[in-house]
């Protein structure tokens, strides 16, 4: 008996990007939106920072890194004020799902 492939086989996984932080939950907020209404698709990350940050949670946008280029010109569009409270990291994302 033969395996089926479809065309998902050929698709590569664990290509995500830790695109960039925020510890404001106005920019988190901004930032989905203008994914969502380009399709990109996205996750996020919570890390809780230490005591010298006044424990707030930093926020970390994950992405597709075929996407990487768009989200990026997306987030900066938004304006300075938000490009201001963004912090760019373009790195792998450490997250492994096999």
Not at 45 to 58: A, E, T, Y
Not at 88 to 98: A, I, P, V
């Amino acid at each position: 008996m033969t395996a089926m492939q479809t065309e998902y086989t050929k698709v590569k996984v664990n290509n995500e990007i830790e695109l960039c932080e925020t510890v404001d939950l106005e920019v988190k907020q901004q930032i989905e939106r203008v994914l969502l209404q380009n399709r990109i698709s996205y996750y996020i990350k919570w890390h809780k920072q230490g005591i010298f940050k006044h424990g707030k949670n930093l926020c970390i946008i994950c992405i597709n890194d075929h996407s990487r280029d768009e989200a990026e010109e997306l987030i900066r569009s938004l304006g300075e004020d938000v490009e201001r409270r963004v912090k760019f990291l373009m790195r792998k994302s450490t997250e492994s799902y096999f």
